[in-house]
């Protein structure tokens, strides 16, 4: 069975990272903001600094261990990194570069170099020098570079960042077909929510040098255990909880909702805004949960769905995502007063995060 087992302390100047978290499946998303403590995370586990104390473990293969007195070199450790600056050297052909780490370890082409460039649509390209190539196709001999030494791991550091969306799919495709092929995990590091969604089956979410939540993505995206979870993975709206009874919440804003699934440890209420539903006004919606009128103060195009920003009479703003088309077909617009529904099971309860 894949896993990988961390449990790691590091001071970086001022910035201490203290992380903890055992992941199982081929698949795994490291996701935080910018500064969060990703890329140093994969640097340690690839090598090119250690924890100051604790252990990095992967397929039960220690590469760290302060207690054992382990620190595996790079070489021993057998990843396959692929940074967000990644480099081919411009001298060499595209094939020598994939070539290159074979040469350099003294290995043998076991997957074959012809036919991982077959497999990632590079096989016109090995002739050619990284210059004469486009950045997707550079990219993926420096994918195909990081596989041909069949690597016990892959980490990825945002690798895609620069790349234009429809080639970052196909190249997230690629990785994701590489890992199932090859049986090969793989640990990816993003900060963008839609790329960590698409990706992962398990997730690490990582906050200003912490681990908050791990474990299956799903889970964790649509019901995470923390408000700071919550607000990196776009709950816009979140709600203190002023007092609560079965079935019963009143929030500090002063809206009273009926709920299902409440713990003793929750101090937030949160929803999705592509959860709450826009009622009809041509249409009975005396059997619908938790109404609440609102005004729409601002209308904002995203690219695939429109987010209106709206509030109520107490002026709490409530964050809406619809698709564009129900704007027309709803006549909305600002200023328009419509009313809204939030389903009992689609509220979550979230506790703080303590260190």
Not at 67 to 86: D, F, H, M, W
């Amino acid at each position: 069975m894949n896993m990988i087992d961390i449990n790691i302390k590091k001071k970086l100047g001022s910035f201490d990272i203290s992380m903890v978290f055992k992941l199982h499946s081929l698949k795994c998303v490291i996701f935080g903001a910018s500064g969060s403590g990703k890329s140093s995370l994969l640097k340690m586990i690839a090598g090119f600094y250690n924890p100051d104390r604790g252990f990095i473990k992967i397929n039960r293969r220690e590469f760290f261990s302060s207690n054992n007195k382990t620190a595996l070199s790079i070489q021993a450790r057998n990843v396959g990194y692929l940074p967000q600056e990644y480099t081919l050297f411009p001298n060499m052909s595209v094939e020598e570069n994939i070539r290159y780490g074979l040469k350099k370890k003294g290995l043998k082409d076991t997957l074959g170099v012809k036919d991982i460039a077959k497999r990632f649509g590079i096989f016109h390209c090995l002739d050619k020098y990284p210059g004469e190539i486009s950045g997707g196709q550079r990219q993926r001999a420096a994918l195909a570079r990081a596989l041909v030494v069949k690597p016990d791991i892959m980490l990825l550091d945002e690798p895609f960042s620069a790349l234009d969306r429809p080639i970052r799919e196909e190249l997230r495709e690629l990785v994701a077909d590489v890992a199932s092929s090859f049986s090969i995990p793989v640990l990816f590091v993003t900060h963008d929510l839609e790329e960590a969604f698409v990706f992962g089956d398990e997730i690490v979410i990582v906050k200003d040098g912490l681990v908050m939540e791990f474990g299956d993505k799903s889970k964790i995206f649509n019901t995470p255990s923390f408000v700071e979870t919550a607000k990196l993975l776009d709950f816009a709206n979140i709600w203190r909880i002023k007092k609560a009874k079965r079935g019963f919440v009143e929030l500090a804003n002063g809206i009273k909702l009926n709920i299902e699934g409440l713990t003793d440890e929750a101090k937030f209420c949160c929803i999705k805004p592509e959860n709450i539903m826009i009622l009809r006004k041509d249409t009975d919606i005396s059997d619908k949960e938790n109404k609440i009128d609102v005004k729409i103060e601002r209308i904002n195009f995203r690219g695939r769905y429109v987010n209106l920003v709206t509030s109520t009479k107490n002026n709490t703003a409530v964050s809406i995502n619809i698709p564009e088309h129900i704007l027309s077909k709803m006549s909305l617009s600002v200023g328009s007063y419509i009313t809204v529904s939030l389903k009992k099971e689609s509220i979550i309860f979230c506790k703080e995060f303590a260190v």
